[in-house]
């Protein structure tokens, strides 16, 4: 049924009704269940929008926004549509469903009314980063630690009913979420096992709503109280933008001096390295969360050395902790690159010094038996020699050329050995120091 009461409905009626005829649309329902959405619907726009007068928002944003608080249309369509394969009445959850993708700042405005501590902006759609989601399979909280169940027999009503007895802090049960999984009060945990731990039980009902509506049951815990409800509109209350520095692994490792090709190396180094980065990311946080992997829920894009990502805070702690693991990797490759790069460059060291010394030692015969032959033939040309001793200084210097022909091809080797280590000594130096400066 329309509203007709209180503040009269916005004349413009054209932009709320387009927008129900394009979800209308898109339900994969009966015709007779459109219609019956569409009323319902309407029905909460119109009251919304009277509502957002009465704040003080002009007519034009009063729609926009009431509209925009629904979520994405195609996201509110499939919800809604999977209600057919729920046990709950259909028209219940039609209207429940509705407020699954609801802005956090209508949960939050319900939630201050019940917890006048509260700290939300009911204007704000994100929380602080003090505000947590922990998802049923997290580590252990002491209200589900501290005691366990009679499975077998209880139903979600007693379970809930045994937290709040154990908790330090007020508990809200979102039931309106917790019937899209079809859970009631009164519905039996129907676990055969006796008895076990609260937090494994909600392990395995996390585990059971995963497999079949890829959404789970989830814990939302703060210092003034906890509620139980569905991930996804926790994630959606707790999605925020954050900024990570991936610097300390994009540095390349160069092997080329030249000027002309550094910049253009490190541009593509720094490229693959977040790519690979973003990669391992999407694949291994949430994949089905991701934008880039078919989602709706977290978007990232980079920057140069930059990772610019929005997403839930409980993804923004697996990558926190997936990037930690991968810079201690990478260090770790590093220091052992370090030390490759240094027992190398020890083993150049060693061999060039064993030419060098081979080199000098060439160097130094060549030169003693070249100063002998001088002198020989010095004494020749002087006349200092004659006769047999002559013949013999003759036979003596043909014995030296021999020999310095022999150590000049010797020489020649051992120098182009030694200028070789020489050089490949100073570039290996060069680079393990550009390394243990980047």
Known sequence: MKRTKGINPPSNRDTI???????????????????????????????????????????????????????????LAKLISSASRTRTPFRRFAMNATFFVLAGSIMTASISMMMPTSSHNASNTMISHSEETVPVTAAAADPFESFTIDVRNATFGELFDQIEEHADRPLIIHWDMLEEFGFSSDTPINIDSNPINARLVFTILAERTEQVFYNSMAAFERPDRIEIGNRDQFDRRTTVKRVYDLSDFTQPRLHDSSNSNQSSRMAAHTQNTIQ??????????????????????????????????????????????????????????????????????????????????????????????????????????????????????????????????????????QERRYESLQSLLIHAESDHLRASLS
């Not at 009966?30 to 002009?58: A, F, N, T, W, Y």
């Not at 030390?339 to 060039?352: G, V």
């Open 276 to 413: 690979r980065v973003m990669d391992l990311m999407h694949g291994h946080v949430s994949s089905r969360d991701w934008t880039s992997m078919g989602g709706s829920l977290a978007t990232s894009s980079a920057l140069n050395s930059t990772l610019v990502v929005t997403a839930p805070e409980r993804m923004h702690e697996e990558i926190r902790v997936l990037l930690d693991e991968l810079v201690a990797q990478h260090q770790r490759q590093q220091r052992e690159l370090q030390t490759q790069s240094q027992d190398a460059i020890d083993r150049i060291r060693a061999e060039y010094e064993i030419a060098k010394q081979k080199y000098l030692t060439k160097s130094n015969d060549y030169g003693r038996i070249e100063l002998q032959g001088r002198q020989i033939e010095q004494r020749m040309e002087q006349g200092e020699l004659s006769g047999p001793e002559f013949e013999k200084s003759q036979a003596q210097l043909g014995d030296l050329s021999l020999m310095l022909k022999e150590l000049r091809l010797e020489l020649q080797e």
């Open 17 to 75: 009704e387009s927008w129900l005829d394009v979800l209308v649309s898109m339900l994969n329902l009966p015709s007779s269940q459109r219609d019956q959405v569409r009323d319902e619907l309407e029905d909460h726009l119109r009251s919304r929008v009277d509502d957002l007068l009465i704040m003080g928002k002009s007519e034009p944003d009063a729609i926009q926004t009431a509209i925009q608080e629904l979520g994405e249309t195609a996201e």
